[in-house]
């Protein structure tokens, strides 16, 4: 008995060589005509357009402290009356804590003793002075002895001076005061502490003193110049401040970028230390030649265009740049006018696939 569907299945080699070239030839037909097609036709191509752009540098930025002032204390003492935490805003002049001591009370007993002494003394010298100039028209002394005792009370007069700047220096070693309005940042001593003298017991940040610093990479780094300006958006959606390039160290740090410092150009900047978001500088306008970006081919890492000539259609490799809308700026290897290839070009750009083509076996 015959096994018809068995033969049926069986394919003859000469009829399976025929349908594969035959595929061929039709996927090279149809390119080809598609081809054609598109070189003879100026549907679908487009000139280049030149663009007047404004280029941006966008990064990370975040909110810092220009410079913190520690707060020592003048002389070896105990801290008493510290009454700040992190965060608080106190004035320029204000009293932050005391200090305490046998030393700092001895100086003050000795001081305050200095006052009282001296004091004395110009009491007694005012005095004596009045009873010479009394006795002077009644010729009981001299105009010497006048001129003696004027002296001798500018002197007591000096004496007391010198003394209480002496008790008002002890006073102020005894008092830790804020140099400058700001916010306290950090105490690293506490009530009954015994610190040393210059040793810190606060750090301050000074009211005003905060800037941006923001990170830039690679190309970007050669565009970067001290007064540029932009714009800084917190993250936190609250309104633009508008910035200016204040600093450019000119050194990379270990991740192969720069930070930079970015000032406030305007008055009283609403933002805070730690505050973080996107600073956006604008650089230079410049004219750049922009193609719809669905012309871009894109092929081992490269960027081309098809692009129609008198000669025929052509492969021209460009280096693309921002996008605006539909359109996509290109940085270089275009010019102006250039007729750009849009319908069918990643087709056109790979014709070759069809001499390529291999009968499989």
Same mark, same amino acid.
């Given at each position: 008995m015959k096994n018809y569907g068995s033969a049926a299945r069986r394919t003859p080699p000469r009829r399976k060589l025929a349908a594969s070239a035959c595929f061929a030839s039709s996927l090279a037909f149809c390119l080809s005509t598609g081809l054609a097609t598109g070189q003879t036709s100026d549907a679908g191509v487009v000139a280049a357009q030149l663009h007047t752009v404004t280029p941006h540098l966008v990064a990370y930025a975040q909110v810092e402290p220009i410079t913190v002032v520690p707060v020592e204390a003048a002389e070896t003492g105990v801290i008493s009356g510290l009454n700040v935490v992190p965060g608080t805003h106190v004035r320029a002049g204000q009293e932050i804590?005391?200090?305490?001591?046998?030393?700092? =009370?001895? =100086?003050?007993?000795?001081? $305050?003793?200095?006052? #009282?002494?001296?004091?004395?003394? @110009? #009491?007694?010298?005012?005095?004596? @002075?009045?009873? $010479? #100039?009394?006795?002077?028209?009644?010729?009981?002394?001299?105009?010497?002895?006048?001129?003696?005792? $004027?002296?001798? =009370?500018?002197?007591a007069q000096a004496a007391l001076n010198n003394a209480q700047s002496r008790l008002g220096f002890v006073r102020q070693m005894m008092a830790i005061t804020a140099p400058a309005g700001g916010v306290v940042l950090a105490l690293t001593s506490a009530n009954g502490q015994l610190v040393n003298a210059g040793q810190p017991v606060l750090t301050l940040q000074p009211d005003g003193r905060l800037w941006l610093r923001a990170?830039?990479?690679?190309? =970007?780094?050669?565009?970067?110049?001290?007064?540029?300006?932009? #714009?800084?958006?917190?993250?936190?959606?609250?309104?633009?401040?508008?910035?200016?390039v204040c600093s450019i160290p000119g050194v990379i740090a270990a991740g192969g970028g720069e930070s930079i410092a970015l000032c406030s150009t305007q008055a009283n900047a609403a933002w805070m230390s730690g505050e973080a978001g996107k600073v956006t500088l604008e650089l230079p306008q410049k004219m750049l030649v922009a193609v719809p970006t669905r012309a871009l081919i894109l092929n081992q890492g490269k960027w081309w265009v098809m692009v129609r000539t008198a000669k025929g259609d052509r492969p021209q490799q460009v280096a693309p740049g921002?996008? $605006?809308?539909?359109?996509?700026?290109?940085?270089?290897?275009?010019?102006?006018?250039?007729?750009?290839?849009?319908?069918?070009?990643?087709?056109?750009?790979?014709?070759s696939i069809a001499e390529q083509f291999q009968i499989p076996d």
């Amino acid at each position: 008995m015959k096994n018809y569907g068995s033969a049926a299945r069986r394919t003859p080699p000469r009829r399976k060589l025929a349908a594969s070239a035959c595929f061929a030839s039709s996927l090279a037909f149809c390119l080809s005509t598609g081809l054609a097609t598109g070189q003879t036709s100026d549907a679908g191509v487009v000139a280049a357009q030149l663009h007047t752009v404004t280029p941006h540098l966008v990064a990370y930025a975040q909110v810092e402290p220009i410079t913190v002032v520690p707060v020592e204390a003048a002389e070896t003492g105990v801290i008493s009356g510290l009454n700040v935490v992190p965060g608080t805003h106190v004035r320029a002049g204000q009293e932050i804590a005391q200090l305490s001591g046998p030393t700092l =009370q001895t =100086q003050l007993m000795e001081s $305050e003793a200095g006052v #009282r002494s001296a004091r004395s003394q @110009l #009491r007694a010298a005012q005095k004596l @002075l009045a009873i $010479e #100039r009394q006795q002077l028209p009644s010729h009981l002394t001299t105009r010497q002895a006048v001129e003696q005792a $004027e002296s001798a =009370q500018a002197q007591a007069q000096a004496a007391l001076n010198n003394a209480q700047s002496r008790l008002g220096f002890v006073r102020q070693m005894m008092a830790i005061t804020a140099p400058a309005g700001g916010v306290v940042l950090a105490l690293t001593s506490a009530n009954g502490q015994l610190v040393n003298a210059g040793q810190p017991v606060l750090t301050l940040q000074p009211d005003g003193r905060l800037w941006l610093r923001a990170g830039y990479y690679g190309r =970007q780094l050669s565009s970067l110049r001290t007064g540029m300006t932009g #714009r800084f958006t917190p993250s936190d959606g609250s309104a633009p401040i508008r910035v200016r390039v204040c600093s450019i160290p000119g050194v990379i740090a270990a991740g192969g970028g720069e930070s930079i410092a970015l000032c406030s150009t305007q008055a009283n900047a609403a933002w805070m230390s730690g505050e973080a978001g996107k600073v956006t500088l604008e650089l230079p306008q410049k004219m750049l030649v922009a193609v719809p970006t669905r012309a871009l081919i894109l092929n081992q890492g490269k960027w081309w265009v098809m692009v129609r000539t008198a000669k025929g259609d052509r492969p021209q490799q460009v280096a693309p740049g921002p996008a $605006e809308g539909w359109n996509t700026l290109i940085e270089s290897g275009l010019a102006p006018g250039a007729r750009v290839i849009v319908t069918n070009a990643y087709l056109l750009f790979h014709a070759s696939i069809a001499e390529q083509f291999q009968i499989p076996d």
